[in-house]
């Protein structure tokens, strides 16, 4: 599902409230350092198509012009999100982006948050660090807890580090939402032990004010991929709950 505008919604979004997207990658195209084999925008080789960037100079206009217009309509926003067709991070304008958005939620939408969906993967870096560190919700995403499993079901570009991810994500001392994708496939179970309790060892270590288990909830590339019930993620995941994680579960009732 290609986002086909670069300010996109207001949408409903499961974790988000309503929410207005903004995509950072081209809106005919994608561009991820992930292919993950849920993702609804498909495989990062059927969207090569378009490889044009939005620059920031776009993203302040078309921003300007879509909040100007729902201001008007009286539309309410819960949330301005960064999530598109990939990895918004790896807009090189990213920085410069996140300020503009947060001085015009500011004059536009003061009550709204500011939230960007990121794989983590550029997070060691400092600008784009910085830049994390000011939105209201920074949700980063870790699917497994080994480099192996991540390559199972996230296919990530060559020099991925787990151990990188997570000791960047211990900068954030906990100001972060971690996000996971629940799922089972021929030869993958988020709810096998080695994989549960390694990442809930994460979790532990990492101590996010947030964690969001979800699962999926459209057509993915990868077929015969299976989703979870809430009633058994909210199984899966009650030792955390019972240490007093505050766990947000979305997914099939």
Sequence with gaps: MMREETVFGPI????????????????????CNFDCIYCECGWNRDGRG??????????RADLEDKLTELMLQGVPIDSITFSGDGEPT?????????????????????????????????????????ALRKVDNPILKIDAPTDALVARINNPAPGYSLERVIKALERFEGNFILQTMFLKSKDFDSSSPEVLDGWMEIVRHLKPRQVMVYTIDRP???EGLEAFPVERMHDLVRPLIEEGFNIDIKGKE
């Excluded at 378009?50 to 993203?59: E, Q, R």
């Excluded at 410069?96 to 990121?118: E, M, N, Q, W």
Aim: aromatic letters at 6%.
């Design 50 to 59: 378009d490889t044009v960037l939005p620059t920031a100079a776009k993203v």
């Design 220 to 222: 993915t590339p990868e």
């Design 12 to 31: 409903h979004s499961r974790r988000l409230g309503r929410s207005l997207g903004i995509n950072l990658l081209p809106v005919k195209g994608k561009i």
């Design 90 to 130: 790896l807009n090189p304008e990213f920085p410069r982006i996140i300020d503009d958005t947060l001085f015009l939620r500011d004059a536009y939408y003061p009550g709204a948050k500011v939230s960007v969906l990121s794989n983590a993967t550029r997070i060691h870096l400092p600008e784009v660090f910085e």
